[in-house]
């Protein structure tokens, strides 16, 4: 059997084969031979040279998408804003980012995603991620109340906090709401954040949210 010597294009193709019918049929609609028989001509044998099922690749899915879309990339070497700056830059990287033509996969992705909230085991990895996103969170949060413009306190719970306030209260599968709901919800974020010292959300903020729940389906 030759030697594949363009492993990474395979892989890719795993993923973004896997990425559509996802995304069309559902996570739990999709099997492993689905995935094979829509990779043109690669067999079984390929696909399980570098995924062991289909959960490695949801996996190897999320993982790329983070990277490719990695809201921290945006403050790299920005010495010239605060932590406050810093902390609205990151997430609204995370909602503009959605509305390019780069990040359509990243919106297919998201729909999947909260198409498995459902799912004990997906919710539990769901969990550990965000704690890792919260603890990338609270350096900045830190510096923000070091340099006077996020209020003094603990930064590692405000840190949670947020990330509890836009990662879960903010899902449509988990709490349903319209599209007035969801501003709802981000105006009162925007005041409990305010009265910790946190004003994160501005009107750019706001702005930026009433597109990315338009580009996530939240009907009117």
């Not at 790329?64 to 609204?92: H, S, T, W, Y």
């Not at 009265?195 to 338009?214: R, T, V």
Request: glycine share 8%.
């Amino acid at each position: 059997m030759p030697r594949n010597k363009h492993p990474e294009e395979t892989v890719q193709k795993i993923l973004d084969v896997s990425l559509k019918l996802f995304s069309e049929k559902g996570y739990e609609q999709v099997t492993v031979l689905d995935i094979v028989n829509n990779l043109g001509g690669l067999t079984r044998g390929a696909f399980y040279h570098h995924f062991k099922s289909k959960e490695e690749v949801f996996a190897a899915l999320s993982e790329k998408m983070f990277q490719d879309n990695n809201p921290f990339d945006a403050i790299k070497g920005r010495d010239d804003l605060n932590g406050l700056e810093k902390l609205r830059m990151v997430f609204l990287h995370i909602t503009k980012a959605v509305g390019t033509e780069e990040g359509a996969d990243y919106i297919a992705y998201q729909q999947v995603g909260l198409s498995m909230l459902e799912q004990p085991r997906f919710l539990a990895e769901q969990l550990k991620g965000n704690n890792e996103i919260a603890r990338q969170f609270a350096p900045i949060i830190e510096a923000g109340m070091k340099d006077g413009s996020i209020r003094p306190g603990n930064a590692k719970l405000l840190a949670e906090l947020i990330v509890i306030f836009f990662n879960f209260w903010m899902l449509t599968p988990l709490f349903p709401m319209d599209a007035e709901e969801f501003m709802e919800k981000a105006e009162m974020i925007a005041e409990m954040l305010d009265a910790l010292g946190c004003p994160l959300m501005n009107e750019e903020f706001n702005e930026a949210g009433e597109a990315y729940a338009e580009l996530l389906g939240i009907e009117e």
